[in-house]
Structure formats: C-alpha cells, structure tokens
C-alpha cells in the first residue's frame, strides 16, 4: 500500500473529531458511568437524551445519548468543519462519490450534513455549537477520571487502503501506521488537529466503532476511574489497562459502559503538525509495540465492537490474527 502524501487544499475544511453518537437502553445508568467514572459533564438531560462534554470543553457537547431499544448501536461520528460554507461544500463532495448526504437540523449544534461514507461510517458533520462555561478551574465539580476532551474515534473497516486514500483525500494527515511494511499495513491514524490522530481505523469486519477516547489531565485520574468504576460496581467494567500502548506510548484504560460501548482515557501525547514529520510505522511483531507492559489485551478486545445503526457489517477479506491474551497464555509465551 503506497503512503500518501498530505493533502493541503481538500475539498472543505474539516479540523477534529467533534463529537459521537450512541444509542443507549437506560439513561439514568449510563449517566452514572459517565459522570461518576469518566468525569464528563452533562451539559443537557432531557426525556429520551443526554449531552455531556469534557470539564475543559466549552462546545454544547462531545458524546450524545440517545435512550433507544434494541441492541446498542451508533447512531454518528461528529466532525467539526471550519465554516457553514464547508457544510455546502462538503455536500456536494459526498454527492459527487455518490455517497448518501443530507442537510439537517440537529438540536444544539445548528446546520448539520448527514453524510455516509463510501465503507458505510455514518457521519454528521457541524460547523458550530453554542458554548458553555469550561469546568477546568471548577475543581469542586471534577469526578471520577476529569475526562478533559474528546481526543479520537478508532473504527473497524474491511476496506482499509480505501479508507486511508478516502479520508486523505479530506485533509486528513497520515500519522502513524501499524504494519510489518507499507504494504502490509494493519491500522493507520489520521489527524487533522495536530497530534496523532482524530480518526484511527483498523482492519476488521466493519464497520462498527471501536472507541471513542477522552484525554485526561495525570496519571492518576486514570487510576481514580478504576477505582470509581470498582466502587459503583463496575469493576468488571474495566476492560483493558491501565497500561501503555506501543504506538504513541500514552498511558491508558479501556472500559465497556453499560451498554457495552467501549471508552478509552488516556493522557499523554505528542505534536506533529509540520510537514517534515514523516508516518510512523509501528511492527506488530515487536512485543515492545503490541504490548509494552504486561500481558496483550484479550480476544475480545480486538473482535468486539459497536456498530451503526442500519448499517450492514461486512467481514474483512483479510482475518486479523494479533496475539491475544487467551492465545499468549495458551501459547506460554
């Protein structure tokens, strides 16, 4: 798979992954979760949807939740566009790859493109929201992590390269990458805010959303949502971690939420937002990579996901095989 280069005249301007939307079967526990274990404020509760944001965001939200039936589903991955005459250009994009894009108006944020992507992602793109007090210096009002701000959303897709030339073609820049060549690429992570990545994509049967991922302030806040989530019950809630990963090297912790969605907190990253920096590969045979401390993540990890709503899931051509923790142990590596 060729590495692209930086595109720096897209088609319209997006600069970060805003916000996601989940479908969820019981406000009143996931909002335990959120707020008591992650730290997010609910900016919004209303009958059938509550809105929370990090304590350092001042936009109207970042995760959107919506009370449905049914099996847990996401509903839409937000992306922030620079200007509403991005929403108009963005539009005609979408239309001219055939892609399915509509104009909406979704509460709280204003005009909003409703798009779906070529490999199914469904996505909702805004050029504002109202603001509201950042919490950062209310410390009395800190919970659970302090999660600061929605950071990335990492997504499963069997059609990996196209998805890289795709979202490159947005203005998206290459980062990092995992794989044992570049033609032999696993993962790719595309930023367009200056770290290492708002939109992270994996090979695997998609699509469906991996996590969304919130930065948090210190390593301890990590350590305080475990211990939260154990006292509230929700122990076994702590999927992954704490730990750090290879790629980036950021402390982390995954946890499932009531649904089963999954939400990584993580605090630690770094700046690349000029043109010498050169994509990272990352070699998923390197121990040091795929698991620098401890023990891999375990098989569900890698298999479970969330996926859209009303959105088939196709398998990947190419069945990944990274080591798990059941396979490490069977293996007594």
């Known amino acids: 798979m060729p590495l692209p280069s930086p595109v720096l005249d897209p088609p319209f301007t997006i600069t970060r992954a805003s916000h996601v939307v989940l479908d969820v079967a019981d406000l009143t526990a996931s909002r335990r979760f959120y707020e008591e274990v992650l730290g997010l404020v609910v900016t919004l509760a209303e009958a059938d949807t509550l809105y929370l944001r990090g304590v350092e965001e001042a936009c109207h939200h970042s995760l959107v939740l919506r009370r449905r039936g049914g099996p847990a589903r996401c509903a839409r991955i937000g992306l922030r566009v620079l200007t509403e005459g ?6 005609a994009f979408f239309a001219g790859r055939g892609c399915p894009a509509a104009r909406a108006e979704v509460a709280h944020q204003g005009p909003t493109l409703h ?13 504002r929201m109202p603001t509201e007090p950042r919490q950062i210096t209310r410390f009395h009002r800190h919970r659970g992590g302090s999660a ?14 196209a998805a890289l ?7 998206f820049w290459l980062t990092e990458y995992v794989g044992g060549s570049a033609e032999d690429i696993r993962a790719v992570f595309l930023q367009r805010k200056g770290n290492p990545h708002d939109l992270v994509f994996f090979n695997g049967d998609g699509p469906r959303l991996h996590h969304v991922a919130f930065m948090v302030p210190e390593t301890q806040h990590l350590l305080r949502a475990c211990d939260i989530a154990g006292e509230l019950g929700y122990g076994r809630n702590v999927e992954r971690g704490p730990g750090r990963h290879g790629p980036g090297h950021a402390l982390f ?3 499932r939420d009531p649904d089963g969605h999954r939400v990584e907190l993580f605090n630690t990253h770094y700046q ?37 709503e009303d959105t088939e899931v196709q398998p990947a051509a190419v069945r990944p095989n990274p080591m798990t923790l059941e396979r490490y142990l069977a293996e007594g590596s």
Do not use: S
């Open 86 to 91: 991005d929403l108009d250009k963005a539009q």
């Open 115 to 127: 798009a779906t992507d070529p490999f199914g992602i469904r996505l909702e793109l805004c050029a």
């Open 148 to 161: 600061l701000r929605i950071d990335h959303v990492q997504l499963l897709t069997p059609h990996l390269e």
């Open 165 to 171: 030339g795709f979202y490159t073609e947005l203005g």
């Open 253 to 255: 912790v995954y946890f």
């Open 272 to 308: 690349v937002m000029d043109l010498e920096n050169e994509p990272v590969r990352w070699d998923p045979h390197d121990p040091a990579v795929a698991f620098p401390w401890g023990f891999p993540a375990r098989k569900r990890w890698f298999e479970e996901a969330t996926p859209f």
